[in-house]
């Protein structure tokens, strides 16, 4: 009797990563297995299995998943991690195992923002000063030297872990994990007397509110633009993830085109 079951590696560490193992859950013909760095202390644990940490760049990540016997990728990593998309594009080709990626879209302008896309966090660094001096940073955890230098300003650093140094100075830290309400961002950006957002363009709802608090406020936010999309089929929904994997497993049973 062949094997049929369709084993899934789900590249992970966002909500839609989860959404994602929660509606493989209840597929049958499927096995899954989560992937997640490691970099959290106490992260959102995916329903089903899970493993940790890196694989060790494309040639571990191509090992994992010829030892593993992984039959389907998707990468719903966040859209700001390049490497670990880069590296799935170029480790599956290479054992030729078909990738999916799963990325939200990014957030568009509405009547009445002051938003400015830049295209990293360097140029949002130069940019942020000219615009005010009280600045909300919201980029992550990492890449936050790029404001150590940056004179004139106060920052409000908000980060699920405690920041890598170095940090702006003077700045105080918040540490926080999503989803954030309307009311929590109005309060936070009143309470701090906030005059400049600093975004990565994240997409999705759980980071939201803050640019609606923003566009109420009359604020400028700066908006850091996303890495290159990655060049393999993506979706944009987990629906549509979904619908692709049961199309793969479909495609193992006896007797049907794959
Ligand atoms: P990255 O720069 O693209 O990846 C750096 C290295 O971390 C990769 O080369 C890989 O190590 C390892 N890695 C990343 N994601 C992994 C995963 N899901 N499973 C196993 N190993 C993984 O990634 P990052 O920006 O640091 O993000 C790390 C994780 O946090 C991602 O899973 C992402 O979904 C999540 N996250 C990131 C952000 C963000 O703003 N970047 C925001 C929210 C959540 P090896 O080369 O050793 O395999």
Redesign the pocket.
Known sequence: MPDVTLRVLI????GE?RALAAACAGMPGLTVVS??????SAPLRPDGRV????????A??AAYLVAERVDAVVD????????????AVAATATVNVPLLVLRRPGWTAQPGDNWHRVPDLASAAALAPELGTRVFLT??R?GLAAFAGVPGCWFLIRS?EAPDPPLPEPSAVLRDRGPFTLAGERALLADHRIDVLVT?D?GGPAAAAKLIAARERGIAVVVVDRPAAAAAPTVATVDQAASWLRRQAGGRQPGQPG
């Not at 590249?11 to 966002?14: M, S």
């Not at 493993?51 to 494309?58: A, D, E």
């Not at 719903?76 to 590296?87: E, R, S, Y």
């Open positions: 590249l992970g560490g966002t990563g992937s997640l760095a490691g970099r959290t493993r940790t940490g890196g694989f060790g760049g494309v571990g990540l719903a990593t966040h859209p700001f991690a390049a490497t670990i998309t880069a590296n980029t992550g990492q699920v990565k994240s």
